[in-house]
């Protein structure tokens, strides 16, 4: 029998615990938000896994205490180009008004993220990813809710040969290769594609 690795929760009104940045206010506007101030010099990308304490476990790449995840895969790690970092930067640092409705995916359960640092190596925010439930988590937050598509997303790892799991199959296998399997114990049968709520952005 087929297993998937359980992302699909089905609890209303869930919210991820990430840790929370100094900088961030709540109060600023679109003119003086987080990320346009941020001074970000170098961007890193992370592969990670977990075991996963809940159904649903889905656990950024930075812990409460701002500390990287310990199960991150070391060789996989890649530094971004100049030029991709530039790209990022001027993303974050754009604010565009858009009231259109977001999908957002009920699962989440991140094993790629960028982390940005300042030019003293000081950690400034992070993006997890779950390419599988099409979702992404960015923190602090940015105006625009959702500054990144997906597609972009997933063409910047293919550009830096991380791998990728659009599938659980695809991961279960890449899991064994790398002899984690054992590690990620709560592998059980759910729907391939986790049904999808609007979010009113």
């Known amino acids: ?13 869930f919210t991820f615990s990430t840790p929370s940045f100094a900088q961030q206010d709540t109060n600023t506007t679109p003119q003086d938000f987080y990320w346009k101030k941020a001074k970000i010099a170098k961007v890193k990308a992370f592969l990670y896994f977990s075991e996963f304490s809940t159904p649903l476990g889905g656990q950024l790449i930075l812990n409460k205490k701002k500390q990287l995840s310990k199960d991150i895969l ?21 604010y565009t008004p858009n009231d259109s409705l ?8 991140p094993h790629h993220a960028l982390v940005f640092y300042n030019n003293k190596g000081k950690i400034l925010g992070h993006l997890s990813i ?19 598509t997906m597609t972009a997303l997933k063409r910047l790892m293919q550009q830096l040969k991380m791998p990728l799991f659009d599938e659980y199959e695809v991961m279960e296998k890449f899991l064994k290769k790398e002899g984690l ?19 009113q952005n």
């Open 1 to 13: 029998m087929k297993q998937y690795l359980i992302v699909f929760y089905l609890l209303s009104g």
């Open 130 to 148: 779950c390419f599988a439930c099409d979702r992404y988590e960015l923190n602090p937050e940015h105006p625009n809710n959702k500054p990144f």
């Open 102 to 109: 977001i999908e957002m995916s009920l699962c989440f359960n």
């Open 74 to 94: 070391p060789k996989y790690t890649q530094t971004l180009t100049k030029e991709q970092t530039n790209l990022l930067v001027q993303k974050l640092a754009t």
């Open 181 to 199: 399997l054992s590690k990620v114990k709560t592998f059980e049968k759910v729907p391939p594609h986790p049904n999808k709520e609007k979010k």
